[in-house]
């Protein structure tokens, strides 16, 4: 079984420019997550998909950034226009049932935002 | 609200040595624990969980209680290997779905 994707796993863009991030959960799975980390800090979460709905957003930073789930099957997450603050590690997670299962997660793109 | 303060890093030990890394956490209602692990290149992973108060998860020869009357839910393994140099994060979840996570602890075993 495949595991949790992303793609990039790395993306350099100049400030002001746009990225799309793209996440492909384990198929099934119906919630997926986004979190992100800034350089050494905590994972924050940002989002949680259920199906094609926003179940949570209340992570996300602000209007910048923009989650869509179409179809309830693979998510995007893109950021425009990017700023500084916005590099670090974007990860994605999904899971199978809502209370108490396993989050998997993906190996993370890294942004890099010049 | 819900934090998760863990042990600064970077962590390095020679093989075999004896591996603590703390973690404390402050929480609204019953929180379940966990200790996701990220090698290099790869993605987070579980290593272990504890769902209530004096549970013992273990995996991997890695161990951690939760500890309700300290709040803390230590990382212990009594011989790390080279194998076991990743970035390790203490995290928790509630009643919400979203996971609240350390800043994350770098080990580095060296021969």
């Known amino acids: 079984e495949a595991g949790v994707t992303q793609f990039p796993s790395h993306s350099v863009i100049e400030k002001g420019q746009t990225v799309t991030l793209r996440c492909d959960p384990i198929s099934g799975h119906d919630n997926l997550y986004w979190y992100r980390r800034v350089m050494g800090k905590e994972i924050k979460f940002l989002l949680h998909f259920v199906k094609e709905s926003k179940q949570d957003e209340s992570g996300m930073p602000n209007n910048r950034f923009l989650a869509e789930r179409t179809g309830g099957t693979y998510s995007t997450l893109k950021v425009q226009p990017a700023e500084l603050e916005d590099s670090g590690v974007y990860f994605c997670?999904?899971?199978?049932?809502?209370?108490?299962?396993?989050?998997?997660f993906g190996p993370g793109t890294r942004l890099t935002v010049t | 609200g819900n934090s998760v303060t863990q042990m600064e890093g970077p962590v390095t030990l020679s093989e075999e040595a004896f591996l603590t890394i703390n973690c404390t956490y402050t929480a609204t209602g019953y929180p379940s624990l966990f200790w996701y692990v990220q090698y290099p290149g790869e993605g987070l992973q579980l290593l272990l969980k504890a769902t209530k108060a004096d549970d013992k998860g273990s995996n991997k020869g890695f161990e951690a209680t939760y500890r309700k009357e300290t709040t803390s839910f230590h990382l212990e393994k009594g011989s790390v290997q080279v194998s076991d140099s990743a970035v390790y994060f203490c995290a928790l979840i509630t009643g919400a779905n979203n996971l609240f996570f350390g800043t994350g602890t770098r080990l580095t075993v060296i021969p």
């Open positions: 997670a999904s899971s199978q049932e809502l209370r108490g299962s396993e989050q998997y």
